[in-house]
Nanobody
Framework: QVQLVESGGGSVQTGGSLRLSCTASGRTFSLNTMGWFRQAPGLEREFVAAITWSRGVTRAADSVKGRFTISRDNAKNTLALQMNNLRPEDTAVYYC????????????????WGQGTQVTVSS
């Protein structure tokens, strides 16, 4: 099994920045592609960004391109999401995910999930 723990959430004003981190433990050789998803109240879980294991190829949702950057450190088994120019519509619980292949934007393709961290952006 793989355990994922997110940190770095919080409350900021519009235009602010936050950096989320995700630390993996357990069977880390199973991490493969890792990603971030988010879920706002009453809405479905939404793809944010993903990154492959070997080459670090990334993919991001159109809504966050140019504002959010995903990165990973394989030696430390960590994943990060740098979020700049935050908007109120970015408010959600952000989840770290792992265990996918390729760069899927469908949450069902990821095998492992963290517990989530709240991000709140006020106007």
């Amino acid at each position: 099994q793989v355990q994922l723990v997110e940190s770095g959430g919080g409350s900021v004003q519009t235009g602010g920045s936050l950096r989320l981190s995700c630390t993996a433990s357990g069977r880390t050789f199973s991490l493969n592609t890792m990603g971030w998803f988010r879920q706002a109240p009453g809405l479905e879980r939404e793809f944010v960004a993903a990154i492959t294991w070997s080459r670090g190829v990334t993919r991001a949702a159109d809504s966050v391109k140019g504002r959010f950057t995903i990165s990973r450190d394989n030696a430390k088994n960590t994943l990060a999401l740098q979020m700049n120019n935050l908007r109120p519509e970015d408010t959600a619980v952000y989840y770290c995910a792992a265990g996918a292949y390729g760069l899927p934007d469908n949450h069902s393709q990821y095998n492992y999930w963290g517990q989530g961290t709240q991000v709140t952006v006020s106007s």
